[in-house]
């Protein structure tokens, strides 16, 4: 499945991110690519409090430290910050809790047995974004990515 949902506000971002954390599971992979300031972190942090205001505090960028661990009431985030790093071994989180990849692409990871939604953000305006969705191997979240 491949839409386009446009965003015009954070409050905007917030709903949508909203909407999808109620159909997560916890073993979904979510791809996330843009330039600097697209979003992504934003994204994983409205994601992350949503799926537990309790570890909404937990969340920054993992630039220095590559990956993140958040503790939610639900399901482990492990959230991940591939701007310098060119290889990263997920074969011991994948499947285990909600993986979110910042500065991904598309193809990187191949696996049929998980969810994966990748999402391409554009920058069009202060807080204006178009979100290029594509899902794999995920039908149940359908609804809440329109």
Known sequence: MKTVKKINSLQELKKFVEKLSRCLKGDE?????????????????????????????????PTFSVM??????????YHIDLYRVKEF????????????????????????????IFIDFEITGENERILRITLRNGDYLKRCLK
């Open 68 to 77: 993140n661990e958040y503790e939610t009431s639900k399901f482990p985030v």
């Open 29 to 61: 992979i979510i791809l996330l690519k843009g330039n600097l300031a697209a979003g992504k972190t934003t994204f994983t942090k409205f994601l992350v409090s949503s799926i537990d205001p309790e570890a909404e505090d937990q969340v920054n960028s």
């Open 89 to 116: 071994d997920f074969s011991d989180i994948l499947g285990h809790g909600l993986v979110i990849i910042e500065w991904a692409e598309d193809n990187m990871i191949d696996i049929d047995s998980l969810p994966v």
